[in-house]
């Protein structure tokens, strides 16, 4: 009884929080091709509705009744699990992302945490992981399609994405060592008290270089312009997902776009405060409403996520896509050497001044 | 003239120039300029077909065949618009008027639009302005065949899109009036 009670109480809580990420992939849909038609002086999507804020449904539905063709040549199996491969991943890792403040309530006699599925004390090196596996599903699907568009983009994605997860990885080890902790919401409480607090300046050594390193390895790593040589259209029609269409396609889209949520709400958490809002408490808290002060947490986590997805389409209307070779150069000379160097500077500062 | 390229001698980086690359100088030239087009947001998009554009007072849309204000057709049957015709969408069977063996007309005129690169050449060749180029450019169809008119469509695209029809040219042109000798029923010359 107790623990159907609990199983039934975190799948609420997972359904809430897969309900969230599939709203905002859907926003996402349109809020991408909307921002891109106004910074190109154009409307976007017009027609579907008022202003076509119907269109991701209009989207969702045409995708859901599309003929699903697996070509011929092609490895069925792997066909098929590649973008369940891919969207696994990219939705699992929200399971330790901290949406509001660290509060328990008691529900049924149980103790429950609302706004974190599962703190668990490694929740950073959790979400690397399956990042990693995502990358799987894009060189699977690539392969298995049997199409020489597809190869090339998977294989353009294998490299890619080994080196700039590493990137990632080498960025987050500076927060890692102010904050001494891998569990996300430690992290994220680490950083209360102010934006001065927040990792990207905060003393000892602000890590405003590592943010630049995770930013710009965040986005090649989701197969973003500038770095989305994966599928870059012009060159490999669609790269890895060329040969894909109807739910499986679909499949892919959601997971570019609920990695690319996932990872503006890892930069939110480790360098930006996460909840934590830019001045000490939170101001509902200060007139007195403290039963609803979450809310502002909550919506302070929003602003920051969103301002990274504004990031995202900001620099897909504005930068043209890297060649292969300077995106590997980039990646190895430039990124890694200064996530390196951060580091060790970053290491030394936190032995000298110890937080 | 020298047109090979001598490569530039490569400068040496200044103190200015890593500072640009450390602050990510000349992207962010780029990404203030999509932001300034973001908030200067002035779509030059015409939704198309709820709004459409002004068109030019030339414009060259469809073809039609004309009729004069009488009903009858201006068209003589005379080819000219064939023989000008550079990608042989006109296709004329000129015919005598039945009783009248000094009139000629077009007993079939048939276009293949699908050919047609609106040039406007039929409608200087011919001597009567029997054709015209109407205003449309709405011709979307799902089958090519329906592309293929014949001389009743082709009337019907020009009643439709010239209301107001010309007079009988032996009407318009005085000097024509003048001659006019033959012609017991046409005005005659004012003496």
Redesign the interface.
């Given at each position: 009884m107790e623990i159907g009670l609990r199983l039934a109480v975190s799948l609420a809580q997972i359904a809430a929080v897969m309900g969230v990420v599939m709203l905002t992939v859907m926003v996402l849909t349109l809020a991408e091709r909307k921002v891109l038609g106004w910074m190109q002086d154009r409307m976007g999507p017009m027609e579907v509705g008022p202003y076509g804020v119907l269109q991701p449904i209009a989207d969702g539905l045409k995708l859901f009744f599309k003929e699903d063709i697996i070509p011929a040549g092609a490895n069925k199996f792997l066909f098929t699990l590649a973008p369940i491969l891919a969207l696994v991943p990219a939705l699992i890792g929200f399971a330790v992302i901290p949406f509001g403040p660290t509060m328990t309530i008691e529900l049924f006699g149980m103790q429950v945490k609302p706004f974190v599925i599962s703190d668990i004390n490694i929740g950073i090196l959790y979400i690397l992981a399956f990042a990693s596996i995502g990358a799987y599903g894009i060189i699977l699907g690539g392969w298995s399609s049997n199409s020489k568009y597809s190869l090339l983009g998977g294989l353009r994605s294998a490299a890619q994405v080994i080196s700039y997860e590493l990137n990632v990885g080498l960025a987050i080890v500076g927060v890692i060592l102010l904050s001494g902790s891998l569990s996300l919401v430690k992290i994220t409480e680490a950083q209360a008290g102010g934006f001065w607090n927040w990792f990207i300046i905060a003393m000892p050594f602000p890590q405003i270089f590592a943010f630049v390193v995770y930013v710009i390895s965040s986005v090649a790593e989701t197969n973003r312009v500038p770095f989305d040589l994966p599928e870059a259209e012009s060159e490999l029609v669609a790269g890895f997902f060329t040969e894909y269409s109807g739910m499986r396609f679909a499949f892919f889209f959601i997971a570019e776009y609920a990695n690319m949520i996932l990872v503006s709400c890892v930069a939110a958490a480790l360098f930006l405060g996460g909840w934590n809002a830019p001045y000490p408490g939170t101001i509902l808290e200060y007139i007195g409403l403290e039963r609803i002060a979450w809310m502002e947490n909550v919506v302070w986590f929003a602003a920051k996520v969103y301002f990274f997805l504004f990031l995202f389409f900001w620099l897909r209307a504005t930068l043209p896509r890297l060649r292969y070779d300077q995106l590997m150069r980039f990646g190895w000379k430039v990124m890694l050497p200064i996530a390196l160097g951060n580091i060790v500077l970053t290491a030394i500062a936190a032995y000298f001044f110890p937080r | 003239m020298n047109v090979a390229t001598t490569a530039q001698p490569k400068r040496k980086p200044s103190l200015g120039d890593w500072l640009k690359t450390l602050t990510f100088y000349e992207?962010l030239v780029?990404?203030k300029?999509?932001?300034t087009?973001?908030l200067n947001?002035?779509?030059?998009?015409l939704?198309y077909p709820h709004e459409k554009r002004l068109l030019p007072d030339n414009y060259r849309g469809m073809l039609a065949l004309l009729r004069y204000d009488d009903g009858t057709e201006k068209c003589v049957g005379c080819d000219l618009c064939e023989a000008a015709c550079p990608s042989r969408v006109i296709r004329v069977v000129s015919g005598e008027v039945p009783g009248e063996p000094t009139k000629r007309y077009s007993k079939e005129y048939y276009m293949d639009m699908t050919r047609c690169l609106f040039c406007g050449l039929c409608v200087d060749a011919c001597p009567v302005d029997a054709l015209g180029m109407t205003r449309e450019f709405e011709w979307a169809v799902y089958d090519k065949r329906q592309l293929h008119l014949n001389k009743q469509q082709l009337l019907a695209i020009g009643d439709r899109a010239y209301p107001v029809r010309e007079k009988r040219l032996e009407l318009q042109h005085p000097n024509v009036a003048f001659f006019n000798v033959t012609f017991k029923h046409l005005p005659q010359k004012e003496n």
């Open positions: - | 992207l780029g990404m300029a999509t932001l087009h973001l947001y002035k779509p030059i998009t939704q």
